[in-house]
Nanobody, 116 residues
Framework: QVQLVESGGGLVQPGGSLTLSCAAS??????????MAWYRQAPGKQRELVAS???????DYADSVKGRFTISRDNAEYTVYLQMNSLKPEDTAIYYC??????WGWGQGTQVTVSS
């Protein structure tokens, strides 16, 4: 069964930056062909898709993070990254990675807290 391990979260002041990593294991050998995504879930809210990346590294972002977040992938390392800049308090959430179709099991996520 696929395992996803997210890391890199933490407490940061507004305007700060963080880089999240998602390491995948026990995955299909065709990982490079699978569109991947980052999601987040804030307290009391539904999980939402934040950013996605295709096998050709075409990217897409939620309007709320466009211009501030950058998703990337390293297929050789089975890892997906999320560079987050100009963080805002409303970015506070648990961040998860999964396929764009969200058809793998969820990892534990990584907590991002933006607060002064």
């Amino acid at each position: 069964q696929v395992q996803l391990v997210e890391s890199g979260g933490g407490l940061v002041q507004p305007g700060g930056s963080l880089t999240l990593s998602c390491a995948a294991s026990k995955i299909p050998s065709l990982f490079s062909l699978i569109p991947m995504a980052w999601y987040r879930q804030a307290p009391g809210k539904q999980r939402e898709l934040v950013a996605s990346i295709t096998r050709t590294t075409s990217t897409d972002y939620a309007d709320s993070v466009k211009g501030r977040f950058t998703i990337s992938r390293d297929n050789a390392e089975y890892t997906v990254y999320l560079q987050m800049n100009s963080l805002k308090p409303e970015d506070t959430a648990i961040y998860y990675c999964n396929t764009k179709s969200a058809n793998w099991g969820w990892g534990q996520g990584t907590q991002v807290t933006v607060s002064s």
